[in-house]
């Protein structure tokens, strides 16, 4: 939330939070209330971070994540966006987490998953259209069918929502895009 010192103070605490959680190999569920009484207590509700923790077990393909106030990833199967996988959204870390749905399921080899933030489908110029999750949608399909590999398609997108604002955002844009291949 916002861009200056607390907000980068937040986010650094949430990630130290989540690292701590991880390398103990504590549950997802864990994790988040982990990282939300972090930022409870550092700030006092004041202060939020919006994210989503995901586990992956490599071996299986089975996939968990908790949704803290970021929108639904899409589950790439193919050379087409097959859904958008539902999982209910809490509030974000930092307000006092309550995880109503774990995410959950399993992945095919090959699949690929694409979680963004709303700041990629809110991009807009100043009184223009915002970029929206048709135009991403149709942006990854475009270069998915073209056979682009994940750096490229991440670059070509963040060009796209660049080309589309006109100039710098006014809010953080994320990209994070998985691919399950085992057995590599």
């Known amino acids: 939330m916002g861009h200056g010192v607390n907000s980068t103070l937040a986010s650094t605490l949430a990630l130290g939070a989540f690292r701590f959680a991880r390398r103990r190999h504590l549950d997802l569920t864990v994790m988040a209330e982990l990282v939300d009484d972090a930022l409870v207590e ?3 509700n004041d202060e939020f ?4 923790l995901a586990q992956l077990d490599v071996a299986t393909g ?3 994540w908790v949704n803290a106030g970021h929108p639904l990833p899409f589950l790439i199967r193919g050379h ?3 859904a958008e996988m539902a999982c209910d959204p809490c509030l974000p870390f930092g307000l006092g987490i309550d995880i109503t749905e774990v995410g959950e399921c ?3 080899p090959g699949d690929q998953l694409l979680f963004y933030s709303d700041g990629v489908t809110e991009a807009h110029a100043r009184g223009g259209a915002q970029f ?6 149709n942006a990854v399909e475009q270069y998915i069918g073209a056979g682009l590999l994940a750096p490229e398609l991440l670059r070509r997108l963040a060009r796209d929502l660049r ?3 006109g100039a ?11 691919q399950w291949q085992p057995g590599r």
Do not use: M, P, Y
Request: glycine share 6%; no cysteine; hydrophobic share 45%.
């Open 163 to 165: 080309s589309h604002r």
């Open 80 to 82: 087409q966006i097959v």
């Open 132 to 137: 929206g999750v048709d135009n991403l949608r």
């Open 62 to 64: 089975h996939f968990r």
């Open 49 to 52: 971070v919006t994210g989503q």
């Open 42 to 44: 550092r700030f006092a």
């Open 106 to 108: 399993h992945l095919q």
């Open 168 to 178: 710098e955002l006014a809010d953080d844009a994320t990209l994070v895009f998985l």
